[in-house]
């Protein structure tokens, strides 16, 4: 069993920075894909970034190509989200999510293990 917990959100103003973290508790973190989600307020949750298990490769969602980055640091279990040139339109609950598999999806559903989330809110 796999539990993630995602901390780093908060209050930023239009053009500024957040990283998030996500840490993973339990066994063979390095064997799983791992992603990041968003839902907006009134919205469905949607993609953002995910990264392969080995972290070699990455995707990202078109809205946030060029701002944010993924990364992970197996050795301590923890998956990060650095947000740049972040706008009104990026606030939104951001979930952490793994899959038991090492390959990356870019869909909801492909996903298994789910984070509380942590609240983004950009000002404009």
């Known amino acids: 069993q796999v539990q993630l917990q995602e901390s780093g959100g908060g209050l930023v103003q239009a053009g500024g920075s957040l990283r998030l973290s996500c840490f993973a508790s339990g066994r063979a973190f390095s064997s799983k894909a791992m992603g990041w989600f968003r839902q907006p307020p009134g919205k469905e949750r949607e993609f953002v970034a995910a990264i392969t298990a080995g972290g070699t490769i990455t995707y990202y969602a078109n809205s946030v190509k060029g701002r944010f980055t993924i990364s992970r640091d197996n050795g301590k279990k923890m998956v990060y989200l650095q947000m740049n040139s972040l706008m009104p339109e990026d606030t939104a609950v951001y979930y952490c999510?793994?899959?038991?598999?090492?390959?990356?999806?870019?869909?909801?559903?492909?996903?298994?293990?789910w984070g509380q989330g942590t609240q983004v809110t950009v000002s404009s």
């Open positions: 999510a793994g899959r038991g598999i090492v390959s990356a999806s870019t869909w909801v559903n492909e996903y298994d293990y």
